[in-house]
């Protein structure tokens, strides 16, 4: 499989694709992305909640000063094109706005922006069904440094961080703190705890506003589970009675120790078992009712 390349509005195969070396983006990491799960399903091939991507995408580059040439319709028709032209029944796609050719500056005014989106073959991000994860000791951005909506490639510094003292220290994935020390999320995962069948996830202050994160609560509260939008703290979420990560390459994964602690009997959880089940029915259309979400390529 060697899917090509949407690149400034044409297909272009994966070999001819390049990028000069001096791009501002590749150094100074301003760049805008997302990431849209893709899958088969009864009426065919269903990209995931692939407009709200599209509108944080296009928020994240206007943030950056970007200006994009194409209309949100026509970023749709784009991602649909080049996923139905991979031929791939199931698979990721990578949409990036980025700046080209520069002289270096830190300002990107001599700097022509470009659009690509990138079709991969996707495992799941975090390969275990069930993962231990460290309190990093890296705070996570601070909200006045940073517009904490955005999905910017610079802030994935502070994730890259964070993964690699977790991994260092033998554990699957990091959970990062914000500047008052209650939680906020994981390096490209938001969080929710399950405490006596209610299901919390941090506010979306210090965090980013994921499109998972909002499917699962949707979700929830259709199926009469307790959501409740609220700050906690590491001991908090250690005894919680169930834990996991959401996010479109983590879809939910759960947490079942956090430092030292096991969350719950350190099994996955009933809560979490539900919204599985649920969230893989409505990804893959076996739920009218969120039929909604699926843009069919």
């Not at 003292?165 to 994935?173: L, N, S, T």
Request: charged share 25%; glycine share 8%; with cysteine.
């Amino acid at each position: 499989m060697n899917p090509k390349i949407w690149f400034n509005g044409k297909l272009v195969g994966w070999e001819e694709c390049r990028v000069h070396i001096t791009a501002y983006s590749l150094h100074y990491g301003a760049a805008a992305f997302e990431g849209i799960r893709f899958y088969e399903t009864p009426k065919g091939i269903a990209l995931f909640r692939l407009r709200e991507h599209l509108k944080r995408l296009v928020k994240s580059a206007e943030i950056l000063g970007m200006g994009i040439q194409y209309s949100k319709n026509d970023l749709v028709n784009a991602a649909k094109f080049t996923v139905k032209s991979s031929g791939m029944k199931n698979g990721y796609l990578r949409p990036i706005v980025f700046y080209g050719e520069s002289e270096l500056y830190v300002h990107a005014e001599d700097s022509n922006v470009n659009v690509a989106m990138i079709i991969l073959p996707w495992k799941r991000y975090l390969k275990d069904n069930a993962v231990k994860v460290m309190a990093s000791s890296y705070m996570r951005l601070h909200p006045k440094s940073v517009p904490m909506g955005a999905k910017i490639s610079g802030y994935y510094a502070n994730s890259i961080l964070a993964i690699l003292e977790a991994r260092k220290k033998g554990f699957d994935e990091a959970l990062l703190l914000d500047h008052k020390g209650n939680v906020a999320e994981g390096p490209a995962e938001n969080l929710f705890i399950v405490k006596n069948n209610v299901l919390m996830t941090p506010p979306l202050s210090n965090i980013l506003p994921g499109v998972t994160r909002d499917s699962i609560i949707a979700l929830a509260k259709d199926n009469k589970i307790k959501v409740h939008e609220k700050n906690f703290n590491l001991g908090e979420a250690k005894k919680a009675d169930e834990a996991f990560f959401t996010g479109t390459g983590a879809e939910i994964t759960p947490v079942i120790q956090i430092d030292k602690t096991k969350i719950g009997d350190g099994k996955i959880g009933a809560v979490t078992q539900k919204l599985i089940k649920l969230f893989r029915d409505a990804v893959s259309g076996k739920n009218k009712k969120y039929d909604k979400w699926l843009e069919y390529a």
